[in-house]
Structures are given as structure tokens and as C-alpha cells.
């Protein structure tokens, strides 16, 4: 006979709950004290989950004997949000807030603020000097990514080209259909870097440590690295494009952005999977960092797919027979980190009037949602679909051909605020995982069949009558009412949980004492994946 399963509830409170939020980060970022937008509440719609995505509601768990129901799920409606449409015939610039967030101690400049002209200008042999390796990992959405180590250690550097010129291609690479990456003016940039200051203390997304302009001829390790780079990615997919001029082109007036990381580790496509606390830990660590940059600074990453995530061991995992405690989440030893946020979408002061978020325009090229070269293109398709229909239905690439489109509520804008694209980028590391899994198929089995209803509401394919998760948040708070994350992980009341669990989940006094006090708020039922079908004024 199987266990009965905890009543599940989800979406807003009837009342505000005392805790701002369920994932504080350690340290905390420091509260604005800016005027809040006044709300206007209305009988009918208070118990939706329009405000789910500024606000990660209160969680219950009833008894463990209670007689299970079916949870209905609100799904990602959009909610009403003042954002500027863009003109339809040309593309719109990213906005930056008016009010910004403190920098990051080891950062002295303000991202915002800070230009080209005020950066140092290095060449490529101050980047890789004799006796440094300098290898080449991976392209990100309009970079390059590097990994150079020295005798001081090892850093990731992420390599922009900015508007300057190149030499022309040669017939060869004419013939072979090299497409070249377009540069990119200084306002893409900085917004990029911008939401990445934003991010800084909230665990489980990339350090960033320097930035600098790197100018002239390629130094000769560059132009190996490259070479090397893409003979190893033809030999694993003949048919894929180069979208990055080779080092041989570079010109001496030819420039480059240059931002300095921490080095996160191994990305996920270059990870062995080998267990399922691996991929427990994973999808986990993934989903509890988006729904905590949500909650904060209403984040969305839009371009989240394997080569985006890094794995770090930072620890031993610990087996079956050593555990104390039933949940899934925190025995893998893993670390893992989101990078490239060149397609992201975040507003730090959301709650204030006026302010504008930052969001990269991605219909200024609508080659991204067209192209079919590899399988997250589909996931860029579904975003935009949704953008158009607010419901699951994957438009074909010929729908994607006209910028601005009308949908139902009017023109697409990417500055809207819409957290389900989170949980479309989490059903594609699901589902990449599961796929390039290389452990024991029974592990892999079993793993399936008890993430089988998670599954169901992550599935971006599912019928019309299965109801969505809304966001990360949303995701997060099933994993702990099925007991996979346990709740004094989340408060961390007790000292024998892993650092890197702890660098994620830490405690909110209020919220403790909110639910010692035995909170028992109802919560309303949630929706199929439907958005509002009325125009937006």
C-alpha cells in the first residue's frame, strides 16, 4: 500500500506572509528602503498567482496521513506589468533601472557607469604570457569562452568583440560557411554585466572578478586553442557552423571585451554523469538559484541550456549507508553555477515605481528562434510561442519571421516579466540529463519514476488538461512538500548539511517563526498553463 502523500497548496497567500521571502542568500543584500507601488487589490482576483514571482509564499505541509488530492496548478499567467513597448521596425535598447544596486566589494566600479575608455587595453600575449595555458571551452550566446591557468591559479575569461574591424574571409572560409558573430556596441555589454553585479550575492551563479579591453593580432596559443576547439566539435557534429572569426583575422585595431570569472568548473555537456545524486543535486541547485534571482530581481536566464551550467566536486559524496535523513537533494558533493546572462532578463527594483528593468531584445534577431543547429533552439521557440499565446503550443521556425509580433497582449516585448521561461530552460536540463545519463539504467529507472509527476508538470509537451509549473519557485516548493529537499535545509537549523548547501539555503528568521507558530494559510488552486487573453493598454 503506498503512502499517503502531504496535501499540496500552492500559489499566493489570502494574507501577506510575514517573510519577504523563503531563499535568503548569505549575506544577505542589503534591504532598499524605496517607496513601494501601491497595489490595488481586488476580491475577485486575490487568490491567483499573479505576485508568485516577487514574493515566494509561505509553505504548508499538513500531515502525512491527510487523504491525498490532485493539485491543480495555476499556471505562468502573466501578470499586469508597466513595461514600454517597443517600435515594431526597429530594435530597442536595453533599459537600465534608475536606481542601482550596491557593487560587489572586489568590484570598485560601477558596471553601469563604467565605459570603454576608462578600462585598461592589454594584447593577447598580456593574456596568455610564455608559460600560461590558455584553452578554449566553449561559445557562449555572443561569446567566446576561455580557460587560462598559470602557477597563481586558473580563471575563465569570456571574450566579446566589439564594433572594430577584422579581416575579410578567405575563400576556404567562405566555402566552409563560416557565419561571423556580429560585435556588439558598448549598451549590450554593459547590460549584460549589470544584471551580473545584480546576481553577485546570490550562490549559484558566476563570480566575476575583473574586465578588460584586449586589443591586436592573436598570439599563436590563441589561434591553436581554436583550431583544436572546433576539429573537436566537428568531429561531434559534422554539420555545426563556425560563428567566431578564427584568431588569424584579428587585425591591430581589432577589439575585444574581455570580463574575468571565477573558474566554476567543468560545464555539464563535459560532465560524466555518473549517479543519481548527481542528477538529484543538479537539476536542484539549478532550480533553488533561479527561484531565488525570481524572487529578488524577477530573473529570467532565456538561454540555460548545457553548456551554460558548470559542475565543481567540492566534496566527497556521501553513500546510502552514511545518510541521516530521507530527503534527495545534498549528497553529491557537487557545486554547480549558472553562467552568461547575454540573454537575460532582470529588474533589481521591481517594486519601484517608474523603474525600468533589463532585458536583451531578442527581436532584433529572429535567427535565434528560425535556426534548428541544436536542440535548445526549440526551447528559444517556446519562449517566444509563449510570448505570442500565454499556453504550451511550440510554434514551427516559419512563425518566428516577423519582429514585434501581436500576442495576446499585445506587440512582444522581452522586458515583460514572465518566470515560466525558467521552468522551460529546467525541463531542458531535465530532460539533457536524463538523456546523457551514463550511471546503472536501474538508478536511472528509478530515478525517472520519482520524478514521474514532477515530470508531468515540468513536461513542456503535455496535454492541455495538465496543469504547468509557473516558475522556479513554483518547482522548488514541490521538491520540499514531496520530501526531496527537507525543510530544515531551507532554515538551516542543523549543522551536519554540506557548505555547498548552505551557500544556497539559508535561514529567515521570520519565516522560522512563522512556521513554529504553525501557519496553517490557505492557498488557492493553480491553473492550466494559461495566460490573460486581454490587451495590454
Not at 14 to 40: C, G, H, M, N, Y
Not at 84 to 102: F, G, H, Q, V
Not at 250 to 263: H, I, N, Q, S, W
Request: hydrophobic share 35%; proline share 6%; with cysteine.
Amino acid at each position: 500500500m503506498s503512502k499517503a502523500t502531504s496535501l499540496r497548496k500552492y500559489g499566493k497567500q489570502s494574507r501577506k506572509p510575514k517573510a519577504d521571502r523563503l531563499f535568503a542568500e548569505l549575506p544577505q543584500t542589503p534591504v532598499r528602503s524605496q517607496p513601494k507601488k501601491a497595489i490595488k487589490h481586488n476580491a475577485q482576483d486575490d487568490g491567483t498567482i499573479e505576485d508568485l514571482v516577487s514574493k515566494v509564499s509561505i509553505i504548508r505541509i499538513d500531515d502525512e496521513n491527510t487523504a491525498p488530492e490532485i493539485p491543480l496548478r495555476r499556471s505562468p499567467r502573466r501578470k499586469e506589468q508597466n513595461v514600454p513597448i517597443p517600435p515594431r521596425n526597429e530594435a530597442s535598447k536595453l533599459l537600465t533601472p534608475r536606481i542601482l544596486s550596491p557593487c560587489k566589494p572586489n568590484i570598485p566600479v560601477d558596471m553601469a557607469t563604467e565605459r570603454e575608455g576608462e578600462l585598461q587595453v592589454l594584447s593577447w600575449s598580456d593574456i596568455c604570457p610564455t608559460g600560461d595555458k590558455i584553452v578554449k571551452i566553449a561559445e557562449a550566446s555572443y561569446a567566446e569562452v576561455y580557460r587560462v591557468t598559470n602557477d597563481r591559479g586558473t580563471s575563465i575569461i569570456k571574450v566579446i568583440r566589439m564594433e572594430s574591424p577584422i579581416k575579410a574571409q578567405t575563400k576556404a572560409q567562405q566555402k566552409s560557411g563560416l557565419v561571423d558573430e556580429d560585435p556588439h556596441s558598448e549598451s549590450d555589454l554593459m547590460g549584460e554585466l549589470k544584471i551580473s553585479e545584480w546576481l553577485a550575492d546570490i550562490p549559484g551563479f558566476v563570480v566575476y572578478k575583473e574586465r578588460y579591453i584586449v586589443q591586436g593580432k592573436a598570439c599563436r596559443e590563441l589561434l591553436e586553442t581554436h583550431q583544436a576547439f572546433h576539429k573537436k566539435l566537428k568531429r561531434q557534429d559534422p554539420d555545426r557552423l563556425q560563428f567566431y572569426p578564427s584568431p588569424s583575422r584579428y587585425l591591430d585595431d581589432t577589439r575585444f571585451l574581455v570580463v574575468e570569472l571565477g573558474d566554476a568548473g567543468t560545464a555539464l555537456e563535459d560532465f560524466d554523469l555518473q549517479s543519481v545524486d548527481q542528477l538529484w543535486d543538479i537539476f536542484f541547485h539549478v532550480a533553488i538559484a533561479l527561484a531565488r534571482a525570481e524572487t529578488h530581481i524577477e530573473f529570467e536566464h532565456r538561454d540555460l541550456h548545457e553548456g551554460n551550467l558548470c559542475i565543481r566536486k567540492t566534496g566527497q559524496a556521501i553513500p546510502m549507508e552514511d545518510r541521516d535523513r530521507s530527503s534527495r537533494f545534498g549528497f553529491s558533493g557537487l557545486e554547480v553555477t549558472i553562467l552568461d546572462y547575454g540573454l537575460s532578463r532582470a529588474h533589481a527594483d521591481h517594486e519601484v515605481e517608474g523603474s525600468q528593468p533589463i532585458a536583451y531584445d531578442l527581436e532584433r534577431d529572429l535567427s535565434i528562434f528560425t535556426s534548428e543547429h541544436a536542440p535548445q533552439c526549440e526551447v528559444y521557440r517556446r519562449m517566444r510561442s509563449f510570448m505570442l499565446r500565454g499556453d504550451r503550443v511550440c510554434l514551427p521556425p516559419e512563425s518566428h519571421r516577423n519582429a514585434y509580433e501581436e500576442g495576446i497582449d499585445g506587440p512582444i516585448t522581452w522586458s515583460q516579466h514572465e518566470p515560466y521561461t525558467n521552468v522551460l530552460w529546467l525541463a531542458y536540463i531535465y530532460e539533457w540529463m536524463v538523456n546523457h545519463f551514463k550511471g546503472l539504467k536501474k538508478d536511472l529507472n528509478a530515478f525517472k519514476r520519482l520524478t514521474k509527476e514532477l515530470w508531468m508538470y515540468l513536461d513542456p509537451d503535455a496535454d492541455d488538461s495538465v496543469p504547468s509549473f509557473s516558475s522556479a519557485s513554483d518547482v522548488v516548493r514541490f521538491a520540499l512538500e514531496s520530501g526531496w529537499i527537507e525543510e530544515d535545509q531551507l532554515m538551516e537549523v542543523r549543522e551536519d548539511i554540506e557548505r555547498s548547501i548552505l551557500s544556497i539555503l539559508t535561514t529567515n528568521d521570520d519565516l522560522e517563526k512563522e512556521l513554529d507558530e504553525g501557519c496553517t494559510t490557505e492557498t488557492p488552486h493553480r491553473r492550466l498553463p494559461r495566460r490573460h487573453q486581454g490587451k495590454a493598454v
